[in-house]
């Protein structure tokens, strides 16, 4: 599929990369200088939703630039234009809530490292380098943050503390998404997990994963 639109100029930015055969991201650009305001390009969207749906699952991300974006309201109104799921983050990065769907990325300290993973997986809301559970799943009430846990595929365990365990899995590796060219996902959190004293990646069966695995995933991801 070629890119083929009247409602924006393609462009380009650094960094950008092939990756099976498409660059990525894909940039977008107003056509013309005076199309920059924050009204053309949600009119833009509006009248291309499924096409640059079409473009996000193509080139895998797009980036928009050259346009008058200038806070964290008009970015939502973006996201809006799309109708797409409200999915709140559970994990323990620290967050803080900008509007609406808006959201900061991580405001954890500089020295920790943040691994490769899929933003979508779960993992351990018992982590001291992140938040507790009530803040991770919006709630008070140990019986409605067990019924928030469960709809995303957590067990809780109660510790004598007051903390929590949260047990997520098993998972496979990799993940196929409909939709997505079939192409296999990175969709886990082994390779951050393992051997962590308050969160840790295991087997199924409850056993260690060996560390020469571990490695390899690393070398490999």
Known sequence: MEFSSKAFKEGNCQGQKVVHGEIMPLVLQPPEPNKGDLESLLFALKENKDWFEQMIIKNSAVLLRGYNVEKAEDFNEILEVFGWDDIRYVGPAPRTHVYKRVWTANEGPLSEFIYYHHEMVLNDTNS?????????????????????????????????????????????LTKVFDGRKGRKMWFNTVVGMHGKEYSSAMMADGTELPENVVKEMWRNH
């Open 128 to 172: 001291m380098r992140g938040r507790g559970w009530e803040d991770t799943f919006g709630t008070s009430d140990r019986a409605e943050a067990e019924r928030r846990a469960k709809a995303l595929g957590m067990e809780l365990e109660w510790q004598p503390n007051g903390a929590v365990k949260a047990i997520l899995g098993p998972h496979y």
